[in-house]
């Protein structure tokens, strides 16, 4: 059943329909010329539909862009596209120049339209979307994404990204370096080949933290395990990004490289424990020379005193032994003095002070001595001189309670812009390995010192071999007293 209406009424409707739309409509005859518009392409395009009526579309009032903000050809304008071609396009992105400078961004969709039933082509209707708010917005996001990720390439430190299951995903630069892997050699290790047990397992319990929404970001230290076998310490930053639906779809990690921090402040604490020592050392010395040496002193003056106004023999006898005894007593004060803080160091420098030492304590126990130098009296940094001593003195120890050595020998020498102190003995020698597991506190000790004065100690031993220590030292340690010649 078909009911006439009045195309007056007809058009009404299809007007009213048409300006309800969301999306702008314009309708191109077979032509190419504008036929009709609804108001959300007016509002859209800038033109009311009178100033676009017969305009072709072709026409120079059309100044479009392509998405990436080139002028577009006529040819490849969608509705133009259409008419020629009759195919239908949809979400083509263009833009199109207002008249105040502004660029409105649209997705167009056109489709050819005919007449009832015509097999013939009629025009072409456009749709237009507007997209400029996502258009710009997602323009925002891709130039944070190139800043972030020009940001992530040259940072200056390690930075990752990994996914919520814990996966590397990305690393830059810098990581790659410090760990010696490619990026793609570091995805395919696994948590355990770059980190210790421990540190992994108070990684994962904060990973996990920060995956729940406990914590926000995380800062903390650990070891990270390199190529070589190098372990590093440091410093791990760790930051979730969520979604709008406020779950985790990534995590950002920034790895700072601190072992050299921990090495300052691990030879600085050295540094002051050793300091402490040494000034508790001369504390000492100073009071068994001053207070109990001096009170022997006496004692034994006080003695020799009473002999001679005793008579009796027996009672002289005894007396003579109590001096004696005060004697070898006051003699073992003063080696202890000597031992805790030779003077010779403070007044004679380094080369005077080991060969004295090394005389008197190794001679007594039968050991044959070579002591060699070419820094002559030359002066260093205290502390150098001290730390030197102190390694001789406790390797002189160790061969004599330990090594049965025959022979001990120390070489004291200049060599490129370090001094180099050389200790060798023919004893029974150790197993360095067992020594490392006992926690030596000999050894312990000697690296301590050097590590604190800015040296090396590299220590070679072997059951029945003997023993070697190398200490080398930095020259930026001597003071400004000339190198004297050679002494041996």
């Not at 999306?23 to 191109?28: A, D, Q, R």
């Not at 995903?169 to 370096?177: A, I, K, T, Y």
């Not at 709008?244 to 402040?265: H, N, T, Y």
């Not at 005389?359 to 030359?378: H, M, N, P, Q, Y």
Request: proline share 4%; aromatic share 4%; glycine share 8%.
């Amino acid at each position: 059943m078909f009911v006439n209406v009045d195309p007056a009424i007809a058009a009404a409707r299809y007007r009213a329909i048409g300006d309800s739309l969301a999306e702008g409509v314009v309708v191109f005859d077979a032509g190419g010329d504008v036929l009709a518009c609804n108001a959300r392409a007016e509002a859209m395009l800038g033109m009311t539909e009178e100033q676009m009526l017969g305009r072709h579309v072709d026409g120079s009032c059309w100044r479009l862009l392509g998405e990436d903000g080139a002028p577009l050809p006529a040819a490849k304008r969608p509705d133009r596209v259409s008419l020629q071609t009759g195919q239908v396009l949809t979400g083509v992105v263009i833009g199109l120049q207002r008249g105040d400078g502004g660029i409105a961004w649209l997705s167009v969709s056109t489709a050819p339209w005919a007449l009832d039933d015509s097999p013939t082509m009629a025009g072409v209707v456009a749709t237009l979307l507007d997209i400029t708010e996502q258009k710009l917005a997602t323009e925002s996001l891709l130039e944070s994404e190139q800043r972030f990720r020009q940001a992530f390439d040259n940072a200056p430190v390690g930075m990752a990204i990994y996914s919520p299951d814990g996966r590397l995903l990305s690393v830059n630069p810098w990581l790659c370096r410090m760990m010696g892997y490619s990026e793609a050699e570091l995805r395919t290790l696994s948590p355990e080949q770059c980190t210790p047990p421990a540190d992994l397992a108070r990684e994962l319990s904060l990973h996990g933290q920060l995956l729940r929404g406990e914590l926000s970001s995380v800062s903390f230290e650990k070891t990270l395990i390199c190529r070589d076998g190098l372990r590093l310490v440091v410093r791990k930053n760790l930051s979730v990004v969520r979604n709008a639906l406020a779950r985790p779809v990534k995590l950002i990690g920034q790895i700072e490289d601190i072992s050299g921090l921990k090495e300052a402040q691990s030879a600085a604490f050295s540094r002051s424990l050793v300091a402490a020592q040494e000034a508790e050392r001369k504390r000492i010395a100073h009071e068994l020379h001053d207070e109990i040496g001096q009170s022997l002193t006496a004692l034994k003056i006080t003695l020799g005193r009473a002999r001679k106004v005793v008579s009796e023999p027996s009672a002289q006898e005894s007396l003579d032994h109590a001096q004696w005894i005060i004697s070898s007593l006051m003699n073992e004060i003063r080696g202890i003095a000597h031992r805790l803080r030779p003077p010779e160091l403070d007044q004679l420098g380094l080369t005077a002070t080991l060969r004295t030492y090394l005389e008197k304590t190794l001679r007594a126990g039968d050991v044959k001595i070579s002591f060699t130098s070419d820094v002559g009296d030359a002066r260093f940094s205290p502390d150098i001189e001290l730390c030197c001593f102190r390694v001789t003195q406790e390797a002189a120890t160790n061969c004599l309670r330990h090594a049965a050595a025959r022979r001990f020998e120390v070489e004291l020498r200049l060599e490129s812009e370090r001094l180099s102190l050389t200790i060798r003995d023919d004893g029974a020698g150790f197993d360095l390995a067992a020594q490392k597991d006992s926690g030596s506190l000999g050894l312990i000790g000697m690296r301590e010192r050097v590590k604190a004065v800015g040296g090396k100690l590299v220590i070679n031993s072997c059951p029945r071999l003997g023993t070697e220590i190398l200490a080398r030292f930095p020259i930026r340690f001597f003071t400004g007293v000339p190198i004297a010649g050679a002494s041996s």
